[in-house]
């Protein structure tokens, strides 16, 4: 909570300097409500968002003073209400065996140290983890993946650099069953410059995994990054579309985050938000809370 709240800092403390130029010594009308909403759309939080927190200070204290305090107040109680239908527990299901998450996102978001973090949760759960390196542009990325699964006493299976991932996804598959892992976590390249290509990789994946277990993948993640603002919008409708996203998380909340779009994103997908990312270690992977991310936000 603590990494959350100085992640947040910055962009709340600017949020809450514009709600007391607004506020301060004036009355909650026509006039101040509109400069309001453009401080929360500025802020990333969407219009719908910007909206209900406006039409929730206008039914109760239209025409009366109001202090920037009671206007965080509300607003943090709004925030909350869109946030908690989507902050749910992952819950893996394990009658699948093994059950297939597919990590996906845009490079650099954090796929990798998020499979990493995850990994390590689901061994102190005390279940037997594949990690597959379907990211095979990257030698970055596999050597990662490498020492994550080290690290986290997980499987690992890997591919050259290059290598086609659809025909790592469905090694990694076979690997986890054979050795009987409970979980596996494949990863996958995000090189949003060539769309159709990636679209053609993910679907290839989806496709092979099928071969295995039709159900699969059972689970499909997309990471975002924090610090991207209003673009994360785009990226979640993208990669909802081509690889059907079932569940967020949101990394890099520890630095200089603008959290306000995961609000915005919230209110229009409505996909559950699992976790969020606080650092780059293998503890910084906090389960999404909606009370104390609304209040991080409005500061
Ligand atoms: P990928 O390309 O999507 O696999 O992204 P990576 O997992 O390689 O992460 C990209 C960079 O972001 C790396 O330097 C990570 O250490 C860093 N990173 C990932 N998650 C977090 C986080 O929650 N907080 C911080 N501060 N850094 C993170």
């Known amino acids: 909570l603590a990494r959350l709240t100085s992640g947040l800092s910055r962009s709340s403390r600017q949020l809450s300097d514009n709600i007391a130029g607004v506020f301060t010594r004036r009355k909650l009308d026509d006039e101040t409500l509109e400069e309001l909403e453009d401080i929360l759309i500025q802020a990333d939080l969407g219009v719908e968002t910007a909206m209900r927190v406006t039409d929730a200070l206008a039914t109760t204290r239209l025409g009366r003073d109001v202090s920037p305090e009671e206007v965080r107040d509300v607003m943090a109680t709004e925030i909350e209400k869109v946030l908690a239908p989507v902050a749910r527990p992952l819950e893996l299901d394990l009658s699948f065996r093994p059950h297939v998450i597919l990590v996906v996102g845009v490079n650099g978001t954090g796929k990798t140290t998020t ?49 086609d991932a659809a025909g790592l996804a469905y090694e990694a598959y076979e690997r986890a069953r054979d050795n009987g892992s409970d979980v596996v976590i494949i990863d996958t390249a995000g090189r949003l410059q060539n769309k159709a290509e990636l679209m053609d990789e993910l679907a290839k994946i989806v496709r092979v995994l099928q071969k295995h277990d039709p159900d699969a993948p059972h689970t499909v993640l997309q990471t975002l990054d924090a610090t991207t603002g209003q673009n994360a919008l785009n990226q979640v409708d993208i990669f909802r579309n081509i690889a059907g996203v079932n569940g967020l998380v949101m990394t890099k909340l520890d630095g200089t985050a603008r959290g306000g779009i995961l609000v915005a994103i919230s209110a229009k997908f409505g996909l559950p938000v699992y976790f969020i990312g606080v650092g780059e270690g293998v503890d910084d992977l906090e389960p999404f809370r909606a009370s104390d991310f609304a209040r991080a936000i409005a500061g």
């Open 115 to 163: 499979i990493g973090k995850l990994a390590a949760k689901l061994r102190a759960a005390g279940l037997s983890v594949t990690l597959g390196a379907g990211d095979t542009f990257r030698a970055a990325a596999i050597e990662q993946l490498k020492i994550w699964s080290e690290r986290t006493g997980s499987q690992f299976v890997g591919t050259k650099l290059g290598a």
